[in-house]
């Protein structure tokens, strides 16, 4: 009963948290006219605008307070991560455990509190200067400049707390949750806006199942895939313990096939984000200055250089946050304390060689299945002529997320029912 009762109490405090995110999309900037945003984001597609708004749940469209999203924070965490590869005192914090995570987190926060400043005065500052978007500001003074700023910055600063808030005392990655929450509540809207272009254009049936069938089957590859493992054989040896000897077994070190999740696509995403900011500000400060418009225009998530950096960006995050997540040293380390070998491979070094090279072709594979899934969308529009969007990351975000929801939630029950086996049998220690 306590088992399900502290599942139960998990889910409650996701709901809750989702509530107040969902609410807090609603609590618009003041001094900004909502429509002229709202219609400029539903002009343009693919435009850069309609990405951010996308993984903010909205809140750009209505201008909220949360409209910079958990952006600046999965930026801030890129840095922090990439500082524990090349500067000496990152590195050794990564290496100091709990002591030294906590101060990771610390500068993570940090970090993000200087992002979302910096991208806020970006965002209120640039806006005005994008096509259409010139009477955006009701009363652009002092005021409202300060006002606007402190908004963005308090709500990213209030999403960190809320993303970390449900990792602690929920189920699941609190920020990925988030960014879940905010891509499914923009589903029924879409659903809607695509059965009225399907009404209005007269489809074919046959077209309208085939579109159907390629949706159902990219979501079947993709379900498919994230629970895809690679099995690698690991034998132990008989060993004694006390008076005991235990004989020898065959056991499996599970490798997933896409190892990096759903992280390599958000991080590529919030990069190119923050990149389009720059130079739309940049564009803002020097006028009609050819560099930075055809900068900002490359940068556009139409054209084909953003199509390029971000499928870049993608596979350079899949091989960074494979390293991260899995130390292919410290695990040929663990196996050969435990006693542990792989069949045919000499325990040390040549097990971590062993294991990084079939971890190199995974991730390539992985690599290789994200870039097309953020691809899709201009496949189906270029080659079948799709009228409206099928975004391969918006469902990649969504499945990953609620895979490894579902995922926590079985090992929080499971757990429990093991001690209540132990209690059974007078092994288990109520303290």
């Known amino acids: 009963m306590s088992t399900l009762y502290n599942l139960q109490k998990r889910i409650f405090l996701v709901l809750v948290s989702i509530v107040i995110f969902r609410i807090g999309s609603f609590i618009p900037i003041p001094g900004i006219n909502a429509e002229v945003l709202k219609k400029v984001i539903f002009q343009n597609h693919s435009s850069f605008l309609s990405t951010f708004n996308m993984l903010s749940g909205g809140s750009l469209n209505r201008a909220s307070i949360f409209a910079l999203g958990v952006m600046p924070y999965i930026s801030a965490s890129i840095i922090i991560q990439l500082f524990t590869l090349i500067i000496p005192h990152f590195i050794a914090l990564k290496q100091d455990g709990t002591a030294g995570k906590k101060k990771l987190s610390q500068y993570t926060k940090y970090m993000a509190f200087f992002i979302s400043l910096i991208q806020s005065i970006g965002v209120v500052v640039s806006l005005p200067s994008l096509s259409g978007m010139k009477d955006i500001i009701l009363c652009p003074d002092r005021y409202f400049y300060t006002s606007a700023i402190t908004s963005l910055v308090t709500g990213t600063v209030f999403l960190m707390w809320l993303g970390e808030f449900i990792t602690e005392k929920g189920l699941g990655n609190g920020v990925s949750l988030i960014v879940c929450s905010g891509i499914v509540s923009n589903l029924p809207l879409s659903c809607t806006q695509t059965l009225e272009i399907i009404r209005k254009n007269h489809f074919n049936v046959l077209y309208i199942l085939s579109i159907l069938f390629i949706i159902f089957f990219v979501t079947f590859i993709v379900v498919f895939i994230e629970r895809s493992q690679r099995k690698i054989v690991v034998c132990y040896a008989r060993r004694q313990q006390g008076m005991r000897m235990y004989s020898a077994h065959n ?135 799709v009228p409206f969007y099928f975004g391969g990351t918006s469902l990649l975000i969504i499945v990953a997320v609620l895979m490894e929801f579902i995922a926590q939630a079985q090992t929080l029950m499971m757990s429990t029912q093991y001690k209540k086996i132990l209690k059974k049998a007078n092994l288990y220690s109520r303290s």
């Open 251 to 385: 056991s499996y070190l599970p490798l997933k096939l896409n190892m990096a999740g759903v992280v390599p696509v958000i991080f590529s995403s919030s990069c190119v984000l923050l990149a389009s900011l720059i130079f739309a500000y940049y564009r803002y400060i020097f006028g009609n200055s050819i560099l930075f418009n055809r900068l900002f225009l490359f940068f556009q998530l139409h054209s084909s250089i953003s199509i390029v950096a971000n499928a870049g960006l993608i596979i350079f995050f899949c091989f960074f946050y494979t390293g991260v997540v899995f130390d292919v040293n410290e695990t040929s380390t663990n196996l050969k304390k435990s006693g542990a070998f792989v069949p045919g491979i000499r325990p040390g070094i040549k097990t971590a060689e062993y294991i990084n090279k079939i971890v190199s072709r995974l991730t390539a594979l992985g690599a290789i299945y994200t870039v097309f899934l953020c691809l899709l969308p201009n496949i189906m529009r270029s080659f079948l002529k």
